[in-house]
T-cell receptor, first 114, second 119 residues
């Protein structure tokens, strides 16, 4: 079974402060992990994925297999970063009919104060 | 980027009626689409995986006869909530992956969601 845990439902920081959104996962295979963001009144969209090792909008996330974590970090938060953030894990067996399905964490609402 | 469109965006219905929600991939083909349910300020819960040309795969605890899924073409999947009751009121979201981009890297694109309110 696969599971994603985001321990913080709410996270508040001030503009310019560092921010870290925590994500831990449980999966028996080799995980593919993602961060999705949902801005107010908008649809869910991909922020970044671990295989790309990219930085999007200043956010980075490193997969730590030892700690089974994929925390999202940004050194200097901006007001426009305020949104709901979801960590997600892609699993399923290749070739199976459920391959590629995403399991989402509970989400963390980030609020960046001016 | 690719666009996934859902229709209707919101619907209000009486208890006992059935409601159909459509999910379309507008500029790409999707052999697989996923249906999620989201409660206010909570996570997305996967309901089922919709496979073009075959039966949907439902997650544990999701009633197949209650939530009928049809994936009749490479660009359309439908979710029908049958005999809806107030507890079915929720936000339903679909997602799809571009079949041409490959399973290893294909990004999932999400619809805007459909809000169902059952009176």
């Amino acid at each position: 079974a696969q599971r994603v845990t985001q321990p913080e439902k709410l996270l508040s920081v001030f503009k310019g402060a560092p921010v870290e959104l925590k994500c831990n996962y449980s999966y028996s295979g080799s995980p593919e992990l993602f961060w999705y963001v949902q801005y107010s009144r908008q649809r869910l969209q991909l922020l970044l994925r671990h295989i790309s090792r990219e930085s999007i909008k200043g956010f980075t996330a490193d997969l730590n297999k030892g700690e089974t974590s994929f925390h999202l970090k940004k050194p200097f938060a901006q007001e426009e970063d305020s949104a709901m953030y979801y960590c997600a894990l892609k699993g399923g067996n290749a070739g199976g009919t459920s391959y590629g399905k995403l399991t989402f964490g509970q989400g963390t609402i980030l609020t960046v104060h001016p | 980027g690719a666009v996934v469109s859902q229709h209707p965006s919101w619907v209000i219905c009486k208890s006992g009626t059935s409601v159909k929600i459509e999910c379309r991939s507008l500029d790409f083909q999707a052999t697989t689409m996923f249906w999620y349910r989201q409660f206010p300020k909570q996570s997305l819960m996967l309901m089922a995986t919709s496979n073009e040309g075959s039966k949907a795969t439902y997650e544990q605890g999701v009633e197949k006869d209650k939530f009928l899924i049809n994936h009749a073409s490479l660009t359309l999947s439908t979710l029908t909530v049958t005999s809806a009751h107030p507890e079915d009121s929720s936000f339903y979201i679909c997602s799809a992956r571009d079949s041409a981009s490959g399973r290893a890297t294909g990004e999932l694109f999400f619809g805007e969601g459909s809000r169902l309110t059952v009176l």
